[in-house]
């Protein structure tokens, strides 16, 4: 396993949840599913971290959603 992942596993091992996880971050990189990163980012406008998106699959409506928060993060 590298370090990486084991840094990322103890992470959410660790926190449990994800206001915790966004708070230790510096930046998060994202590459979950259309629900999941459409959370993070309703969580992370609390925190104004910066979000790198990798996830696949989005609607129309999710781009706009991303493309206005990115107004605001």
């Known amino acids: 396993m590298n370090s990486v992942f084991k840094s990322l596993s103890s992470v959410f091992t660790s926190f ?6 966004i708070e230790a971050s510096d930046v ?3 590459f979950s ?3 999941g990163v459409i959370h993070l ?3 992370n406008k609390k925190h104004l971290k910066p979000l790198v998106i990798g996830t696949t699959g989005l609607t129309e409506k999710e781009f706009e959603l991303i493309r206005s928060a990115s107004n605001e993060i």
């Open 33 to 35: 599913s259309p629900s």
């Open 16 to 21: 449990g949840d994800i206001r915790a996880f």
């Open 41 to 43: 980012i309703e969580e």
């Open 28 to 30: 998060i990189i994202d």
